[in-house]
């Protein structure tokens, strides 16, 4: 990758946030409760931040951003990340640590103080991050950190995918970016029916490609790590539930679980 010029926010929000609630990132929350904070920006204004100028920027106001869970690492699938939601957009919020769904599970409100961390882009994917190395990589907030930054809020929030289709998807790869998403009346094409979804032995990624019935194809990636990757696909036409993402130009869909995908009906004629 190469090395990225950080350049830093300049003062474009005016907020305060008038009180916190630390909480450990190995203590639940003593109730399904909000923490006492007021979120002030949104996914697509902190988006819009680096889209303005093309390389990573760090935050320095004193920004909070509402967002629910949609998608987390429970079925390894998703990997030290988190993706989330809020009514303007997605995100994915990279963490340095193991078993992020223990509690910041699918349905969780997350409240994040942003001043301090960074909005990147890896291959066309935007995430919030802790930190930009010197040789232009990025590193997830510190487990040590979670506590200064993310305060959880009530569970069993609930998040209707988006139902979209994939003339939608590839029409503009970027509007449903790490966003729940559904596909109905779609199958894997011949050659990806009745397979692994990855190789689970060997950790070997897979990508497989799911169609409509008018022949537009998109992406399904599934990591060899993920407790499904030896899962083969189904064999019929139906609908799919998963995490939309981008992979430099191409449209990706991630599978969160095989709970997401049913696809029983007769194939397209």
Same mark, same amino acid.
């Given at each position: ?10 003062? &474009? ?21 909000? #923490? ?22 760090? *935050? ?8 629910? &869970?949609?998608?987390d690492d429970k079925s390894g699938n998703l990997y030290k990340e ?8 997605? +995100?994915l919020l990279m963490i340095n640590g193991p078993d992020l769904y223990?509690?910041?599970? &699918?349905? =969780?409100?997350?409240? +994040?103080?942003?001043?301090?961390? /960074? ?8 995430? +919030? ?20 930054? *993310? ?9 209707? #995918? ?10 503009? +790869? ?18 990806? =029916?009745?397979? #692994? ?5 060997? *950790? ?16 399904? /990636? ?24 981008? /992979? ?7 599978? =969160? ?8 009906? #007769?194939?397209?004629?």
């Amino acid at each position: 990758m190469k090395k990225i010029t950080i350049i830093f926010l300049a003062a &474009v929000f005016f907020a305060g946030v008038s009180s916190c609630v630390k909480e450990k990132f190995t203590a639940p929350a003593a109730n399904n409760a909000d #923490p006492n904070l007021t979120p002030n920006t949104t996914i697509a204004a902190i988006t819009a931040l680096y889209t303005s100028v093309k390389t990573p920027i760090q *935050i320095t106001q004193p920004l909070v951003l509402e967002a629910v &869970v949609v998608g987390d690492d429970k079925s390894g699938n998703l990997y030290k990340e988190l993706a989330i939601e809020d009514s303007t957009g997605g +995100i994915l919020l990279m963490i340095n640590g193991p078993d992020l769904y223990a509690n910041y599970p &699918v349905g =969780r409100r997350l409240f +994040i103080q942003l001043k301090g961390l /960074y909005v990147v882009s890896y291959d066309g994917s935007y995430e +919030i991050v802790g930190s930009v190395n010197t040789d232009g990589s990025f590193t997830g907030i510190g487990t040590t950190n979670l506590s200064q930054y *993310i305060f959880p809020g009530q569970w069993g929030v609930n998040v209707a #995918p988006k139902v979209v289709t994939i003339t939608q998807l590839l029409s503009n +790869i970027n509007t449903y970016q790490s966003q729940l998403i559904q596909l109905n009346n779609v199958e894997f094409v011949a050659g990806s =029916r009745g397979v #692994p979804y990855a190789n689970g032995t060997l *950790i070997l990624n897979g990508s497989l490609l799911v169609k409509d019935c008018n022949e537009n194809q998109a992406t399904v /990636y599934t990591s060899g790590y993920a407790n499904f990757a030896n899962s083969l696909t189904p064999s019929g036409n139906g609908s799919l539930v998963c995490i939309y993402g981008v /992979y430099g130009t191409t449209a990706q869909l991630m599978l =969160r679980d095989t709970t997401d995908v049913n696809m029983t009906g #007769p194939t397209c004629p």
